[in-house]
Antibody, heavy 121, light 109 residues
Framework: QVHLVESGGGVVQTGGSLRLSCGASGFIFSSYAMHWVRQAPGKGPEWVAVISHDAKVKFYTDSVKGRFTISRENSENTVSLQMNSLRAEDSGLYYC??????????????WGQGILVTVSS | EIVLTQSPGTLSLSPGERASLSCRASQSVRSSYLAWYQQKPGQAPRLLIYGASTRATGIPERFSGSGSGRDFTLTISRLEPEDFAVYYCQQYGGSPLVTFGPGTKVDIK
């Protein structure tokens, strides 16, 4: 069965950096686009970034462009999110999610359990 | 920019009743690229419906989606105890690429 496990979250000061990782199993990782989606407490989900199956195409939500970088290593079945210049509004639960296609953002058919990121001053 | 509005904010119903949840887009959603998710406390969202009306794998038949253009509906024909949760709609393929609605909470009356 599909399994996604996030790691790397924690508490960081405003302006700091954090790197999230997501390990995948149970499917052919290199055939699917992967996303990061975040959710602030009591709020709805917010899409953050997507990377195509072959890592050639990446898209970001406007608020993280130039600060966050999504990457993947298909040989290790992992997708990562490097987060720099963190702001308080970046705090929340970060989910790794699978896209049922190879490229353009679609819906999310499998989600990890989430990892908490807290940005404090 | 496509903004999704969900109504009502909270729906109070009893088990066995029918639930109708609305999702309205500020602009037409291309090719009915709309999905619905269920989220329970402490859990990740769970995909219910994609393409406005296609049930995801393993989703019970009591869940159905309908609509096109700007107006979409998620219907739960007869509420089971496990259906009380928050429901989100999501559009994909528009501008921005992905947006979620604010959610509708279905709670026990």
């Amino acid at each position: 069965q599909v399994h996604l496990v996030e790691s790397g979250g924690g508490v960081v000061q405003t302006g700091g950096s954090l790197r999230l990782s997501c390990g995948a199993s149970g499917f052919i990782f290199s055939s699917y686009a992967m996303h990061w989606v975040r959710q602030a407490p009591g709020k709805g989900p917010e899409w953050v970034a997507v990377i195509s199956h072959d890592a050639k195409v990446k898209f970001y939500t406007d608020s993280v462009k130039g600060r966050f970088t999504i990457s993947r290593e298909n040989s290790e079945n992992t997708v990562s999110l490097q987060m720099n210049s963190l702001r308080a509004e970046d705090s929340g639960l970060y989910y790794c999610a699978r896209d049922p296609t190879q490229g353009m953002p679609d819906y999310f058919d499998y989600w990890g359990q989430g990892i908490l990121v807290t940005v404090s001053s | 920019e496509i903004v999704l509005t969900q109504s009502p904010g909270t729906l109070s119903l009893s088990p066995g009743e029918r639930a109708s949840l609305s999702c309205r887009a500020s602009q037409s959603v291309r090719s009915s690229y709309l999905a619905w998710y269920q989220q329970k406390p402490g859990q990740a969202p769970r995909l219910l419906i994609y393409g406005a009306s296609t049930r995801a794998t393993g989703i019970p038949e009591r869940f159905s989606g309908s609509g096109s253009g700007r107006d979409f509906t998620l219907t739960i024909s007869r509420l089971e105890p496990e259906d009380f949760a928050v429901y989100y709609c999501q559009q994909y393929g528009g501008s921005p690429l992905v947006t979620f609605g604010p959610g509708t909470k279905v709670d026990i009356k």
